[in-house]
């Protein structure tokens, strides 16, 4: 098992920066890769960005590819995803989520609201 949990969220305006975490304790010895995944209101989970543990590459989504930045501390086993820029339809709630299986993410934290007002 591995547990997640977020921090970092709230509440910002449109142009501005935030920086969520998400640090992993449990079985993480296993860890191939974490990643961030996003929800708005009425919307379905989409995929934000992820990195790879070991060799630390990167992917992100279209819609946040050179506005956001994920990065890793792996002596901490937490990851990050700063946000600049930030626009209204970057409002949702943010998972983080970890892969231990190829081909999935198998755990996921409990999110946390990232608001961007207009």
């Known amino acids: 098992q591995v547990q997640l949990v977020e921090s970092g969220g709230g509440l910002v305006q449109a142009g501005g920066s935030l920086r969520v975490s998400c640090a992993a304790s449990?079985?993480?010895?296993?860890?191939?890769?974490m990643g961030w995944f996003r929800q708005a209101p009425g919307k379905e989970r989409e995929f934000v960005a992820a990195?790879?543990?070991?060799?630390?590459?990167?992917y992100y989504a279209d819609s946040v590819k050179g506005r956001f930045t994920i990065s890793r501390d792996s002596a901490k086993n937490t990851v990050y995803l700063q946000m600049n820029s930030l626009k209204p339809e970057d409002t949702a709630v943010y998972y983080c989520?970890?892969?231990?299986?190829?081909?999935?993410?198998?755990?996921w934290g409990q999110g946390t609201q990232v608001t961007v007002s207009s």
């Open positions: 449990g079985r993480t010895f296993s860890t191939r890769a």
């Open positions: 990195i790879s543990w070991s060799g630390g590459s990167t």
């Open positions: 989520t970890v892969s231990t299986t190829a081909g999935r993410y198998d755990y």
